[in-house]
């Protein structure tokens, strides 16, 4: 019994059947790449979305609007010896009204209007002119201050006199004159330089981050001190000394689980652990880079394990066939390889733990704090728990802060991230 010959036309047709399956491949590639780009641009979309909304409505607060004006040192109303306790915004008012030409009513509404449109900022600036020399009183002096947060607004097109005045927080007569004081040339606007060198304060236009920047890098420098030491050191034991069995398993299974562990719940722990139990000082940058120490800790372990794990075997092998001992194996061989993964774990643990906002509220840190803090025991802010605190305010013009603090906070997060690629990049090349 013979095999039969395939023909010419069997052949043909495999050969179609073998074409058209190899088409459909390549078609289902090109779909699933096609299917991978989308997504990609859905992300970058939505991205782009997020920092377009974010930077509109928070680039005016990176500029404000000064108001300039000749202030007359009335030696009838300003006190040589206090000059802190002259009332310097309503008599820069009054004189305001005057060069308006404007009479005041006998209950004085017009001066208390036209002082509403001044910061309180302008009382401090006066005061110490004539705090550092007296012997202004009697003449006229140039004061610049900024205008108050609704004022400010009204220069950024954010309050508008199309807009029925019911509807909003100035009149039709303070809007006339802000515009009279503008054509006169008093006002006049520039960088907003107060908010990267001012503390939070109740008050839109005279807050600043600069209290939030520092509590937030000295929480980072406690939780690196704490988190990254410890979290390499309990990963390179886990993964190169420790014995294998039940006890290291339900190490190793639970810290991924507390890798999961919401972060409310570490600052319920940090309350009842470091501020009820051992009594560190409430809103601390102590107790909030202990907290975020404890958060971090088992993204740094998991990170350290993948990238010991990720060495080639043959390393250690070669290193012990050479006389060295388990010890030097780690530390000068193993570990050295493994470092650029180490770094940018414990690098993006720290970004991450920088933008956490649960554990720091539950600790104090929503607290209206207007100092810079200047060693880690005293109470200071976060930018996360600034974002929230001037999101809740009331006046419209901490909302505009609130998108320019968290673009701080993104430009934060963004040089810490790039950070770690410069570093793993550079321990490449080095090892």
Same mark, same amino acid.
């Given at each position: 019994m013979t095999d039969a010959t395939p023909t010419s036309a069997d052949a043909t047709a495999r050969t179609d059947r *073998? $074409?058209?399956?190899?088409?459909?491949?390549?078609? $289902?590639?090109?779909?699933?790449?096609?299917? =991978?780009?989308?997504?990609?641009? #859905?992300?970058v979309g939505f991205l782009l979305l997020l920092l377009g909304r974010i930077i509109e409505q928070g680039h005016t607060?990176?500029?404000?609007?000064?108001?300039? &004006?000749?202030?007359?040192?009335?030696?009838?109303?300003?006190? $040589?010896?206090y000059p802190q306790g002259t009332n310097f915004e309503l008599l820069v008012a009054e004189q305001q009204l005057a060069r308006f030409g404007i009479t005041d009513d006998a209950a004085g509404t017009k001066a208390l209007a036209m002082r509403s449109l001044f910061s309180s900022e302008l009382k401090f600036v006066a005061a110490e002119r004539v705090a550092s020399n007296p012997n202004v009183i009697g003449q006229t002096l140039p004061i610049a201050a900024p205008l108050s947060d609704d004022a400010d607004l009204y220069f950024k097109g954010e309050i508008s006199g199309e807009t029925p005045q019911d509807q909003r927080r100035?009149?039709?007569?303070?809007?006339?004159?802000?515009?009279?004081?503008?054509?006169? =040339?008093?006002? !006049?606007?520039?960088?907003?330089?107060?908010?990267?060198?001012?503390?939070?304060? &109740?008050?839109?236009?005279?807050?600043?981050?600069? =209290?939030?920047? #520092?509590?937030?890098?000295?929480?980072?420098?406690? &939780?690196?001190?704490?988190?990254?030491?410890?979290?390499?050191g309990a990963a390179v034991y886990l993964e190169e000394f420790a014995p294998r069995g039940r006890l290291t398993d339900l190490i190793e299974v639970n810290i991924n689980n507390l890798a999961a562990v919401p972060s409310i719940i570490y600052? *319920?722990?940090?309350?009842?652990?470091?501020?009820?139990?051992?009594? *560190?000082?409430r809103a601390s940058p102590l107790v909030g880079g202990l907290v975020l120490a404890l958060m971090a800790l088992p993204t740094i372990i998991i990170?350290?394990?993948?990238?010991?794990?990720? #060495?080639?075997?043959?390393?250690?092998?070669?290193?012990l066939a050479m006389g060295a001992s388990k010890t030097q194996t780690v530390f000068q061989h193993t570990l050295p390889l493994a470092m650029p993964g180490v770094m940018t774990g !414990?690098?993006?643990?720290?970004?991450?733990?920088?933008?956490?906002?649960?554990?720091?509220?539950?600790? =104090?840190?929503? !607290?209206?704090?207007?100092?810079?803090?200047? !060693?880690?025991?005293e109470p200071t802010g976060a930018l996360p728990s600034l974002v929230y605190i001037?999101?809740?305010?009331?006046? $419209?013009?901490?909302?505009?802060?609130?998108?320019?603090?968290?673009? #701080? *906070?993104?430009?934060?997060?963004?040089?810490?991230?790039?950070?770690?690629?410069?570093?793993? %990049?550079?321990?490449?090349? %080095?090892?």
């Amino acid at each position: 019994m013979t095999d039969a010959t395939p023909t010419s036309a069997d052949a043909t047709a495999r050969t179609d059947r *073998l $074409r058209a399956g190899l088409k459909r491949r390549y078609a $289902r590639e090109g779909r699933f790449k096609l299917y =991978g780009l989308l997504a990609i641009a #859905v992300a970058v979309g939505f991205l782009l979305l997020l920092l377009g909304r974010i930077i509109e409505q928070g680039h005016t607060a990176f500029y404000a609007h000064t108001l300039t &004006t000749p202030v007359y040192m009335d030696p009838a109303r300003v006190d $040589r010896a206090y000059p802190q306790g002259t009332n310097f915004e309503l008599l820069v008012a009054e004189q305001q009204l005057a060069r308006f030409g404007i009479t005041d009513d006998a209950a004085g509404t017009k001066a208390l209007a036209m002082r509403s449109l001044f910061s309180s900022e302008l009382k401090f600036v006066a005061a110490e002119r004539v705090a550092s020399n007296p012997n202004v009183i009697g003449q006229t002096l140039p004061i610049a201050a900024p205008l108050s947060d609704d004022a400010d607004l009204y220069f950024k097109g954010e309050i508008s006199g199309e807009t029925p005045q019911d509807q909003r927080r100035l009149t039709n007569e303070q809007i006339d004159w802000l515009d009279r004081m503008e054509a006169s =040339g008093n006002v !006049s606007s520039h960088f907003n330089t107060g908010l990267f060198t001012k503390g939070d304060s &109740t008050e839109p236009e005279l807050a600043g981050v600069l =209290g939030a920047i #520092v509590g937030s890098a000295l929480m980072l420098m406690i &939780t690196a001190v704490i988190a990254i030491p410890l979290g390499v050191g309990a990963a390179v034991y886990l993964e190169e000394f420790a014995p294998r069995g039940r006890l290291t398993d339900l190490i190793e299974v639970n810290i991924n689980n507390l890798a999961a562990v919401p972060s409310i719940i570490y600052g *319920l722990l940090g309350l009842t652990l470091f501020i009820n139990w051992m009594h *560190l000082p409430r809103a601390s940058p102590l107790v909030g880079g202990l907290v975020l120490a404890l958060m971090a800790l088992p993204t740094i372990i998991i990170a350290t394990r993948s990238s010991l794990k990720a #060495v080639p075997p043959s390393i250690r092998e070669a290193a012990l066939a050479m006389g060295a001992s388990k010890t030097q194996t780690v530390f000068q061989h193993t570990l050295p390889l493994a470092m650029p993964g180490v770094m940018t774990g !414990s690098i993006i643990s720290m970004a991450h733990a920088l933008g956490e906002t649960a554990p720091l509220l539950l600790i =104090g840190m929503v !607290s209206f704090i207007p100092g810079i803090p200047t !060693s880690i025991v005293e109470p200071t802010g976060a930018l996360p728990s600034l974002v929230y605190i001037w999101e809740n305010a009331s006046e $419209r013009a901490f909302h505009e802060r609130t998108a320019a603090a968290i673009l #701080v *906070l993104l430009t934060f997060m963004i040089i810490m991230n790039a950070a770690a690629i410069i570093l793993r %990049r550079r321990f490449e090349r %080095r090892w």
